[in-house]
């Protein structure tokens, strides 16, 4: 599954929004420097070029394979100037405090389990006026499918689910928002960058089976509508809206790029008190486009006549995305 990230969704997704955090990104000769959700090595490489042979770099990552692939990537520079680590998706690092001059994620935010509590860490191994670096979708990302899903489930008349729907678009941030989460983290000189591009797709079956949809959001859709036929029957209408709306036509998704920027004061403030988390049965998955890699052992994927069949397609049927 890491080659699969590396060559069909690092081109068009990742690396999109790191150049984002690249841009304009000058080092200290000694800089020491933080990568959150390494995957397979970018920005962490493009980062090391830009160091003096002073500096170092930690990179961590929740997936072994990504980091093998990122390791390989580094060849004899790893372990001397540039360390690989495993550490999990949880909020709290395992690092001291004001340790680094520069702490990035591209992509990695959204999918800590509390992203709020992710920056206040990111801000406090941070030395005082280094900074921080994040970038993560916006609001407004993938528009074009939610506003199919809405319609699917009120002609369905699925209003439970549409409210988990609009729950779930919730959870990503616009810019105003991301900039507050910034703030609240307790950085200074906040700026929120935003890029807007596309993805074309041929089809329905084009678009739920590129790599960045069927490994990336595409799991956490699917949560929203249920399990079993119920799930099935929604995305097969889903699928059936998109061919016709868009016959002849590319299905064209609109992405909302963010990179947050902000520098860590003397002293951070004092965190807030924890907000009170409501109670609910749903499970969540990471919420942002960035993907997630099985480390599994791979299954072997079906060939259905019938897409209804919990939506796998033989390999050689798969077609990636196209981008403007």
Same mark, same amino acid.
């Given at each position: 599954?890491?080659?699969?990230?590396?060559? !069909? +969704?690092?081109?068009?997704?990742?690396?999109?929004? =790191?150049?984002?955090?690249?841009?304009?990104?000058?080092?200290?000769?000694?800089?020491?420097?933080?990568?959150?959700? /390494?995957?397979?090595?970018?920005?962490?490489?493009?980062?090391?070029?830009?160091?003096?042979?002073?500096?170092?770099?930690? @990179?961590?990552? #929740?997936? =072994? @394979?990504? $980091?093998?692939?990122?390791?390989?990537?580094?060849?004899?520079?790893?372990?001397?100037? +540039?360390?690989?680590?495993?550490?999990?998706?949880?909020?709290?690092?395992?690092? #001291? %405090?004001?340790?680094?001059? $520069?702490?990035?994620?591209? $992509?990695?935010?959204?999918?800590?389990?509390? *992203?709020?509590?992710?920056?206040?860490?990111?801000?406090?191994?941070?030395? #005082?006026?280094?900074?921080?670096? /994040?970038?993560?979708?916006?609001?407004?990302?993938?528009?074009?499918?939610?506003? +199919?899903?809405?319609?699917?489930?009120?002609?369905? %008349?699925?209003?439970?689910?549409?409210?988990?729907?609009?729950?779930?678009?919730?959870?990503? *941030?616009?810019?105003?928002? @991301?900039?507050?989460?910034? !703030?609240?983290?307790?950085?200074?000189?906040? &700026?929120?960058?935003?890029?807007?591009?596309?993805?074309?797709?041929?089809?329905?079956? !084009?678009?739920?089976?590129?790599?960045?949809?069927?490994?990336?959001?595409?799991?956490?859709?699917?949560?929203?509508? =249920?399990?079993?036929?119920?799930?099935?029957?929604?995305?097969?209408?889903?699928? &059936?809206?998109?061919?016709?709306?868009?016959?002849?036509? #590319?299905?064209?998704?609109?992405?909302?790029?963010? /990179?947050?920027?902000?520098?860590? *004061?003397?002293?951070?403030?004092?965190?807030?008190? *924890?907000?009170?988390?409501? !109670?609910?049965?749903?499970?969540?998955?990471?919420?942002?486009?960035?993907?997630?890699?099985?480390?599994?052992?791979?299954?072997?994927?079906?060939?259905?006549?019938?897409?209804?069949?919990?939506?796998?397609?033989?390999?050689?049927?798969?077609?990636?995305?196209?981008?403007?």
């Amino acid at each position: 599954m890491a080659r699969v990230y590396d060559d !069909e +969704i690092l081109p068009i997704w990742s690396k999109r929004f =790191g150049r984002m955090l690249l841009r304009g990104l000058t080092l200290p000769e000694k800089a020491m420097v933080l990568d959150v959700a /390494c995957g397979t090595g970018y920005p962490a490489i493009e980062l090391l070029e830009r160091m003096g042979d002073g500096g170092r770099l930690i @990179a961590i990552e #929740a997936v =072994g @394979a990504l $980091l093998d692939v990122a390791r390989k990537k580094a060849g004899d520079l790893s372990g001397k100037r +540039i360390f690989f680590r495993t550490e999990g998706n949880t909020a709290k690092l395992a690092f #001291a %405090d004001e340790v680094y001059d $520069l702490v990035v994620s591209n $992509l990695g935010l959204l999918e800590r389990d509390d *992203p709020k509590m992710a920056l206040r860490e990111f801000a406090r191994v941070t030395k #005082a006026d280094g900074k921080v670096i /994040c970038t993560l979708p916006l609001a407004g990302t993938y528009r074009e499918f939610y506003d +199919i899903y809405r319609e699917v489930l009120t002609k369905s %008349d699925r209003h439970d689910v549409l409210e988990k729907l609009e729950e779930h678009i919730a959870r990503t *941030p616009d810019a105003e928002e @991301a900039a507050t989460w910034m !703030e609240k983290a307790g950085l200074e000189n906040v &700026e929120v960058e935003v890029d807007e591009f596309h993805m074309l797709f041929k089809s329905s079956r !084009e678009f739920f089976f590129a790599p960045v949809i069927e490994y990336g959001p595409l799991v956490a859709w699917k949560e929203v509508a =249920g399990k079993g036929q119920a799930m099935q029957e929604t995305f097969w209408l889903i699928k &059936e809206a998109i061919d016709s709306y868009f016959a002849g036509r #590319a299905f064209e998704i609109t992405v909302k790029a963010g /990179c947050l920027r902000g520098t860590r *004061p003397e002293v951070l403030p004092e965190p807030p008190p *924890p907000e009170p988390k409501p !109670e609910t049965d749903e499970v969540t998955r990471p919420r942002s486009g960035e993907v997630e890699i099985e480390t599994a052992s791979e299954k072997p994927r079906k060939d259905p006549s019938d897409l209804r069949n919990d939506f796998k397609l033989s390999d050689d049927e798969e077609e990636g995305a196209h981008e403007q």
